[in-house]
Every structure is written in C-alpha cells, then in structure tokens.
T-cell receptor, first 114, second 117 residues
Framework: DSGVTQTPKHLITATGQRVTLRCSPRSGDLSVYWYQQSLDQGLQFLIQYYNGEERAKGNILERFSAQQFPDLHSELNLSSLELGDSALYFC?????????????FGDGTRLSIL | AQSVTQLDSHVSVSEGTPVLLRCNYSSSYSPSLFWYVQHPNKGLQLLLKYTSAATLVKGINGFEAEFKKSETSFHLTKPSAHMSDAAEYFCVVSDIQTGNTGNQFYFGTGTSLTVIP
C-alpha cells in the first residue's frame, strides 16, 4: 500500500461531460503530481502542485484543470470530454524539495469515455 | 537538460535466465535515480532507489541496479527471471528544478518485460 488514495477507481461517462478525479496524498507529502497513461501516448506528466500552489505543468490540455486544497488533497477536473481522453489517470505524491525521496503512486482512476 | 532513455522498449527472457533492463540519464546535478514496476492495470510500485550512497542498490523481488556515473547509466538486473516479473518497468530521474523550487521527476518511456516459461 503506497498510502496514496485515488477515487473513484473506475469512471464511465460520455463525450462532452465533465468529471472530477480525487487524490489524497501520503501523510506528510506536500507535493502531488498527476499523470495520464494511455496505450498510444504512454505515461504523460500533466501537472504538479506543492502545498497548494501549481509548481510545474506538463502536457495538460486547456480542458483539464487541477487544484490542491489546504488539506493537501488534490482534484483533477476534466471537461468537454473526448473519446481520446479515455486513459488511466495516476496521482503520485512526494516529500517535495528532497531529490532522494521518491514518488509514491496511487492505483489510478480508469476513465472510459463512451 | 535532464532526460532519461530506456534503451529497449521490449525485452523478452526465459524463466530462470538473467534480466537486464537498460537506462541512461542526463542530469546537470547529482541526481537521484529510481526504478518502478507497473503490472497490468496497476499503479507504479517503487523497486529501488539510488541516492548517492552505495552505487549498487538492492531492491525488492531480487532486483538490483548499479549507478555508473562515468557511463551515466543505471541498469536494472535480476539474476533469474520469474514469471511474476512480467510487467512494465520505468526508470526515473529526480533532479533539482531551476530556481530551487523543488525537485522534478523525469520518466523514461518504459520497458516491457516478457518472461517465457
């Protein structure tokens, strides 16, 4: 058990809809990272938050947004969903600022767009 | 600029034979390096990490990796493959971000390991 909790585990919705994915980091971790993993694109870094503030952006679409709350949990919002957004979405957390501390990953949310 | 290259996208070995998954990195500083394993439909699990202590790092499930600074490599090995080792493996570098705003993680593209019975 990594200590990172992601909900829901599975999500099925239709094109054009909006969904919210939730992540609770490991106790004590201040940084949260979001990744998208699909068969054709592999593992793609989306965005990083540190203690409530956006720290780094990767290949995140404008239709996607995220935030980290004061209690350090994070949400990834996906809107105007398209078939190509079907993927596994992972959250990871780490003790930011220390390069010798690894990321710990949740089990992911599998998003299926019909 | 930091980067990670996993030299093989697919590796196939017979059960009981050695495993070698290759990783090269580039980094401006003294990085930390990690290997993760991902089984189908699962999250990434940390196998081992190098953090500037011993250059030969032992991980879980019999895996180990050797940090070679002169070759900028961090290859993952296991003496004898088991069927349960079939999975995707990711090499990751952690490095200081510019502006000292914390560390960033850089992922290789992954190596898919197949174990033949």
């Amino acid at each position: 058990d990594s200590g990172v909790t992601q909900t829901p585990k599975h999500l099925i919705t239709a094109t054009g809809q909006r969904v919210t994915l939730r992540c609770s980091p490991r106790s004590g971790d201040l940084s949260v990272y979001w990744y998208q993993q699909s068969l054709d694109q592999g593992l793609q870094f989306l965005i990083q938050y540190y203690n409530g503030e956006e720290r780094a952006k990767g290949n995140i679409l404008e239709r996607f947004s995220a935030q980290q709350f004061p209690d350090l949990h994070s949400e990834l919002n996906l809107s105007s969903l398209e078939l190509g957004d079907s993927a596994l979405y992972f959250c990871a957390s780490s003790v930011a600022g220390q390069i010798n501390q690894p990321q710990h990953f949740g089990d992911g949310t599998r998003l299926s767009i019909l | 600029a930091q980067s990670v290259t996993q030299l093989d996208s697919h590796v196939s070995v017979s059960e009981g034979t050695p495993v070698l998954l290759r990783c090269n990195y580039s980094s401006s500083y003294s990085p930390s390096l990690f290997w993760y394993v991902q089984h189908p439909n699962k999250g990434l699990q940390l196998l081992l990490k190098y953090t500037s202590a011993a250059t030969l790092v032992k991980g879980i499930n019999g895996f180990e990796a050797e940090f070679k600074k002169s070759e900028t490599s961090f290859h993952l090995t296991k003496p004898s493959a088991h069927m349960s080792d079939a999975a995707e493996y990711f090499c990751v570098v952690s490095d200081i971000q510019t502006g000292n705003t914390g560390n960033q993680f850089y992922f290789g593209t992954g190596t898919s390991l197949t174990v033949i019975p």
